[in-house]
């Protein structure tokens, strides 16, 4: 045991990842912990919607992203200061206790709009921890040989979790209501806990050094100052901001709005987010098997490009079945783009900032893109759905072009 309390894990050879137990737990971790996100989700739904009016409910489902959106940069500087380890297991812990105490306590009174906001106050700004620690955890617990295959790892994770958690939910709700959902979650996210305290970590060169010092602002403000002045790490950023305001909008809404006006209901916007999900399910394992993409930078650029360009097919597709296969390419490019995205993250950043750099991406993808969605919609009614989708694919694509001309990042490679 060292001086930290973090056990340490032996020297990391090039096993594959797929066949290290210690990363197989990592893993196993994240997954449950995203399947009780959802359940946690269902849950507050059901509950939300069955306790208030329409406008409380969606007041309670928008409350918890407010404290993930604020804190998660300073999320990134307690992960770097503390180490990503003991901000992970501590924050999971938090989400544990918290979720089965609503569950026990639903079971012997009616829940109150009142006591759901609070649940969702609480659980956004300890996501707003646990999210970039979980992100930095991948290359203090493998070789930097095995990120990319990691980050395959992690995207089939989320697939198989998108498609478990909600029937999960549903059925924990029918057959209990919202205290046996909440008590299915908080049993995922221990089971999660579990896991993730069986994984043992190394310590990396310069492990805390950038941020033992100082406030936190200033610890933010040289994160954001390292990002920006990186050579591969500030396009990159770039390149994923842009892509994620172009993209999120149409993905979202604009399909539902999509569906509606063809007359293809939700069964039709099902197929077409199905096409989504195989495409990215086979993004990811491409680079699960093959483990690493010759000429990440590049590749990573020319799939958001590419991406954007089936994105905006989607508002001309004369039928469900063109507009499912145009999802799926949208699904396999972006999947792609996006795991290269994050394996470049955690090949070329250093150790002291991964948990800012972490944050920085996470908030993008999470808090900032959401925003969208309102101008999206309202821009649909106004000019019409397709000149819309044509320029937010336009807006996306351009993430792909500062990519390329970046030389820094064109030229970026994963470890071998």
């Known amino acids: ?202 310590e990396l060169p310069a492990d805390g050094a950038a941020a033992r010092g100082g406030t936190a602002r200033r610890q933010l403000a040289d994160g954001l100052r390292y990002i920006r002045g990186h050579r591969v790490l500030g396009p990159l950023t770039l390149v994923a901001a842009v892509m994620e305001l172009g993209f999120a909008g149409p993905a979202n809404i604009g399909l539902v709005l999509l569906a509606d006006e063809r007359g293809w209901g939700a069964a039709g916007m099902a197929w077409i987010v199905a096409g989504f999900g195989v495409g990215a399910g086979l993004a990811a394992l491409l680079l699960t098997v093959r483990g690493r993409v010759s000429r990440a930078g590049a590749v990573q650029s020319w799939g958001v490009i590419a991406g954007s360009v089936a994105l905006a097919g989607i508002a001309f597709a004369p039928s469900v079945a063109t507009a499912a296969a145009a999802g799926l390419l949208v699904g396999l490019c972006t999947g792609l783009g996006g795991a290269l995205i994050g394996a470049l993250c955690q090949t070329v950043a250093d150790p002291a900032y991964l948990g800012r750099v972490t944050s920085v991406m996470t908030l993008f993808t999470m808090g900032v893109a959401p925003l969208s969605y309102p101008v999206v919609g309202a821009a649909i009614g106004v000019w019409g759905m397709a000149p819309v989708f044509v320029a937010s694919a336009a807006l996306s694509a351009a993430g792909g072009v500062i990519g390329l001309c970046s030389r820094s990042l064109r030229r970026a490679e994963l470890p071998r």
């Open 1 to 202: 045991m060292t001086a930290t309390g973090i056990p340490p894990a032996p020297a990391v050879t090039e096993r594959p990842a797929h066949r290290d137990g210690n990363v197989l737990r990592w893993l196993g971790a994240y997954t449950t912990s995203m399947i009780g996100d959802s359940v946690y989700f269902v849950a507050l739904s059901w509950a939300a919607a069955r306790t208030g009016s329409a406008g409380q409910a969606g007041l309670v489902l928008a409350v918890g992203a407010v404290p993930r959106a604020i804190l998660m940069l300073g999320g990134g500087v307690v992960a770097d200061r503390f180490g990503p380890r003991r901000v992970v297991i501590g924050s999971d812990a938090v989400r544990c206790a918290v979720i089965l105490a609503v569950a026990v306590l639903l079971l012997v009174t009616a829940p109150a709009i009142w006591l759901l906001a609070a649940v969702a106050l609480v659980f956004g700004a300890v996501d707003a921890l646990f999210l970039p620690s979980v992100g930095a955890l991948p290359p203090r617990i493998t070789a930097p040989g095995q990120l990319g295959r990691v980050q395959g790892m992690r995207g089939l994770a989320q697939r198989v979790a998108t498609v478990v958690a909600a029937p999960l939910g549903g059925l924990a709700v029918a057959l209990g209501g919202p205290a046996a959902a909440f008590g299915a979650a908080g049993v995922l996210f221990a089971v999660s806990l579990a896991l993730l305290m069986a994984v043992r970590v190394r």
